[in-house]
T-cell receptor
């Protein structure tokens, strides 16, 4: 079975542009979470989606948005890019524990390396 | 504010050595503690610990959680060069309706011949 997949692998954008990152979760997983990892730091929580609804949002500006599709894949959008948005963007998927709750075990994709110049 | 602190920040050992990595946390609504190995990009899941005092083992790796003292350790015995990586500790908690992971900055382990 395929793990979490993300596209593209690498991306170079200039300040002020917009970017869309994509993620497909492990088959059967209904929840997707997005994390930003700056060099030398641990991943930082951006969003969690479950069954197409936003479950939680981290401390990121409104320039960051996301959505989840009926097939449980997800997109992360970032508008008006800043140099500080340069990072590795990780997507993680997790399974359903039942009664609408999400497993705490999250499995990560390979990430998208975004460079803003 | 949630806090996850890992130590040491980096470590260089010789192949065959045993290492102990530490993770302490201060988190509200704690649910579980997770360990990941990150070599180049994707953090790879190692363990999830929910109960105190129960050791989890996978080959040469083992981990244990102390919920009273709010810390966990990850042990690697008979280290190999393939163990070289950043080891991330994360704490899972409930934030509203989300199951959120808060990560430490990681311990960079280098195993030399």
């Amino acid at each position: 079975d395929a793990g979490v997949t993300q596209s593209p692998t690498h991306l170079i954008k200039t300040r002020g542009q917009h970017v869309t990152l994509r993620c497909s979760p492990i088959s059967g997983h209904k929840s997707v979470s997005w994390y930003q990892q700056v060099l030398g730091q641990g991943p930082q929580f951006i969003f969690q989606y479950y069954e197409k609804e936003e479950r939680g949002r981290g401390n990121f500006p409104d320039r960051f948005s996301a959505r989840q599709f009926p097939n449980y894949s997800s997109e992360l959008n970032v508008n008006a890019l800043l140099l500080g948005d340069s990072a590795l963007y990780l997507c993680a998927s997790s399974s359903d524990r039942g009664r609408g709750s999400v497993s705490y075990e999250q499995y990560f994709g390979p990430g998208t390396r975004l460079t803003v110049t | 504010e949630d806090k996850v602190v890992q130590s040491p920040l980096s470590l260089v050992v010789h192949e065959g050595d045993t290492v102990t990595l530490n993770c302490s946390y201060e988190v509200t609504n704690f649910r579980s503690l997770l360990w990941y190995k990150q070599e180049k990009k994707a953090p790879t899941f190692l363990f999830m610990l929910t109960s105190s005092g129960i050791e989890k083992k996978s080959g040469r790796l083992s981990s244990i959680l102390d919920k009273k003292e709010l810390f966990s350790i990850l042990n690697i015995t008979a280290t190999q060069t393939g163990d070289s990586a950043v080891y991330l500790c994360a704490v899972a908690r409930i934030a509203g309706t989300a199951s959120k992971l808060t990560f430490g900055t990681g311990t960079r382990l280098q195993v030399t011949l």
